[in-house]
């Protein structure tokens, strides 16, 4: 071998001792990494070990706050979260205030007639948070008979009454706020929102309209009805129960109001 060559070799041989050297050297400066069951301190314990640590303390967050939020469910709720249910739920704290839409597409404004004791008038509205309910406000525009009103909220089945109240005397044409005899919670869901009047009591509140021309969809036969009326009731009363499929849509006209705490 050429002296050049051999020389060339030497000096990669000891380039590549002093890089085993510094090596080594390294190793034995480095702290040794424990297992995390014998760490005293977070400092001892290995880099992977505290990355997954700090994984930990997220996810542990992360269930603590479902399970608040959890904990806001009702027992059907919670069933239906674990056992592949299919009610929506909507778990993002509570509201102090809402104006419900209409259940149809809006055609356009209209008054809904509380003339008659004997006929109680439905508006199905979806709640989409949970609610404190302790005032609604209705609008009305034109007093023929002055009088009282009785209203209440009634669950999607009809089968539950919420917050029967009656109003105070209206005599003239305004804003009509009404404050329940006592506070109604609700989760979110679908309610109906029922009024009565009472005596003699003949007036005009605000509503919305469908229209004629979607009537059809109103009267599915054998499904709920999202809005009308249900005659025969004693004069004056709101039932204990409804049956949302026996609603006429006759009068299809959704009463505007709000509802607040």
């Known amino acids: 071998m050429p002296e050049e060559e051999l020389q060339k070799k030497i000096e990669e041989l000891r380039l590549s001792g002093e890089e085993l050297q510094r090596q080594i050297e390294e190793l034995k400066a480095k702290k040794p990494e424990l297992p995390v069951s014998e760490a005293k301190t977070y400092e001892d314990i290995p880099i992977d070990?505290?990355?997954?640590?700090?994984?930990?303390?997220?996810?542990?967050?992360?269930?603590?706050?479902?399970?608040?939020?959890?904990?806001?469910?009702?027992?059907?709720?919670?069933?239906?979260?674990?056992?592949?249910?299919?009610?929506?739920?909507?778990?993002?704290?509570?509201?102090?205030?809402f104006i419900p839409d209409p259940p149809y597409p809006q055609y356009g404004g209209d008054v809904v007639?509380?003339?008659?004791?004997?006929?109680?008038?439905l508006t199905r509205f979806f709640l989409p948070f949970k609610m404190t309910i302790n005032k609604v406000t209705l609008v009305v525009s034109l007093v023929t008979t002055a009088g009282t009103i009785k209203v209440c909220f009634y669950s999607e089945d009809g089968q539950t009454k919420y917050g029967e109240t009656?109003?105070?005397?209206?005599?003239?044409?305004?804003?009509?706020?009404?404050?329940?005899?006592?506070?109604?919670?609700?989760?979110p869901g679908n309610y109906y929102f029922g009024v009565i009047p009472v005596g003699t009591t003949n007036i005009q509140c605000r509503?919305?309209?469908?229209?004629?021309v979607e009537d059809d969809i109103l009267t599915i036969s054998g499904k709920p009805v999202p809005c009308g009326v249900i005659t025969g009731q004693t004069g004056g009363t709101l039932p204990a129960t409804i049956n949302p499929t026996a609603i006429a849509a006759g009068d299809d006209k959704a009463v505007l109001f709000r509802l607040d705490n």
Do not use: C, P
């Open 49 to 97: 070990g505290q990355r997954i640590i700090k994984d930990l303390e997220v996810i542990n967050v992360k269930n603590a706050i479902d399970k608040s939020a959890y904990g806001l469910l009702t027992e059907t709720q919670k069933t239906d979260l674990t056992d592949g249910g299919t009610t929506t739920l909507h778990a993002h704290g509570s509201i102090v205030s």
């Open 113 to 121: 007639n509380y003339t008659n004791n004997t006929v109680l008038q």
């Open 166 to 187: 009656t109003s105070s005397t209206i005599s003239a044409a305004g804003v009509l706020t009404i404050t329940l005899s006592s506070s109604v919670t609700l989760n």
């Open 207 to 212: 509503s919305y309209n469908m229209g004629d």
